[in-house]
């Protein structure tokens, strides 16, 4: 074995592009170009990928990665930025690609079959058009775009107009101060210096197995402003959708809230979160975007105890200094306390999903200078 990449479900195809590119697809819908261990860039859709493809479609020297879809669409990208170049759509599912020279002309063209078996085949740009497939509907794109941006900027508008509002409507009946709660409800304005605080820690679950280990992800105001909803938005992270929407009732909202994670397996996952704070009975809300990650191995927890050790061993030369080891170890384990550079590294884990230890040690001094020891193949 070469390399290895982890992603987030199935592979289901490959394709390749041109040079050290490469197309994959997943079975979540996920969609992207590789260029040998880096990603480009990667799309999802909630169809599924049924066919992969290379083909220059828009005549710039380039191959584009045409996908065919469950849906019935098929896309062109742009290999390096994941831009669609050319679109068009089956009444069925796309049954697959291939080039072929049907035309006889010495051109080979591209050519989709769908699941009902209807057949069309695509030309590369004509000179004018070369890399400008898309321009037609390219200001239509732009013009949608900015209507979007408009009616947001609108709704902003609404929003403070009637925070201004609000104070005057309640002046004549009592002294209102903005974000205090009265009779009325609470004003939507929260303090401008309030902040997020976030943090991962991780829990071995309950005793009685009540609940299962979980990495608990923690955010609170930093002056008492309330919490009334979070949005997480994660791949591969949740038993149904990429979404968990957490609203505590009304009388358990505070200015903390406290989240469980489960990751299924030994991946990274980031977080992509959304916190609607306000006051207490306010009916407006600031919405907060935090971004976090969980570390690949988040699952696995110090400990000191005395236990066996794991039987299997592996030890090999590593040329890498102790800094980046401890450096490596501290971003992809939850750890307690951090580690901190000594001249031996020895370091006793436990899986919390599979209760089995992991000990790493790590001696720049001896040849085989980097010790792992678990007796679990797929961790190893």
């Not at 045409?66 to 390096?80: F, L, M, Q, Y």
């Not at 409800?185 to 210096?193: C, D, E, L, T, V």
């Not at 959304?274 to 400990?303: C, D, M, S």
Request: charged content about 20%.
């Amino acid at each position: 074995m070469v390399s290895e990449i982890s992603e987030t479900d199935a592979v289901i195809g490959l394709c390749p592009v041109s040079d050290s590119k490469f197309g994959y697809s997943l079975a979540n819908g996920t969609v992207g170009v590789y260029d040998k261990l880096s990603r480009y860039w990667r799309i999802k859709s909630k169809n599924q990928s049924l066919s992969l493809f290379s083909y220059d479609l828009d005549n710039d020297g380039v191959p584009e990665l045409i996908t065919g879809w469950s849906s019935g669409k098929i896309d062109a990208r742009n290999c390096k930025t994941g831009e669609v170049v050319y679109k068009d759509t089956f009444p069925s599912p796309i049954a697959g690609i291939v080039t072929a020279d049907y035309r006889l002309d010495g051109v080979e063209q591209l050519i989709v079959c769908s699941t009902d078996g209807e057949i069309r085949g695509y030309i590369p740009a004509a000179k004018e058009l070369r890399g400008q497939l898309m321009d037609v509907s390219l200001e239509q794109k732009i013009f949608q775009e900015l209507n979007q941006k408009k009616l947001q900027l609108l709704q902003e508008i609404k929003n403070y107009e009637q925070n201004e509002k609000e104070p005057r409507h309640l002046a004549g009946k009592q002294t209102i101060q903005p974000g205090i709660d009265n009779e009325e409800g609470s004003i939507g304005i929260i303090p401008a210096n309030t902040q997020l605080n976030s943090s991962l820690i991780v829990s071995p679950g309950s005793a009685d197995n009540q609940s299962d280990p979980h990495v608990v992800l923690t955010i609170s105001t930093t002056n008492g402003t309330f919490i009334h909803m979070v949005v997480v938005f994660a791949e591969s992270l949740f038993e149904e959708g990429e979404s968990l929407v957490v609203h505590p009732p009304e009388n358990k909202r505070s200015d903390q809230i406290m989240i469980p994670l489960a990751p299924p397996k030994d991946i990274p996952i980031d977080l992509h979160i959304k916190i609607y704070v306000g006051h207490k009975n306010t009916q407006q809300y600031h919405v907060f975007e935090l971004t976090r990650q969980l570390p690949r191995f988040a699952l696995h927890t110090q400990f000191n105890n005395e236990t066996t050790d794991p039987v299997s061993t592996v030890s090999f030369p590593l040329q890498e200094r102790t800094s980046r080891i401890v450096m490596w170890l501290n971003q992809n384990f939850l750890l307690t306390d951090k580690i901190t550079l000594t001249n031996v590294l020895k370091l006793k884990l436990l899986s919390l999903r599979t209760k089995s230890p992991l000990f790493i040690q790590f001696n720049p001094d001896q040849s085989q200078n980097l010790i792992i020891q678990t007796d679990n193949i797929e961790l190893a």
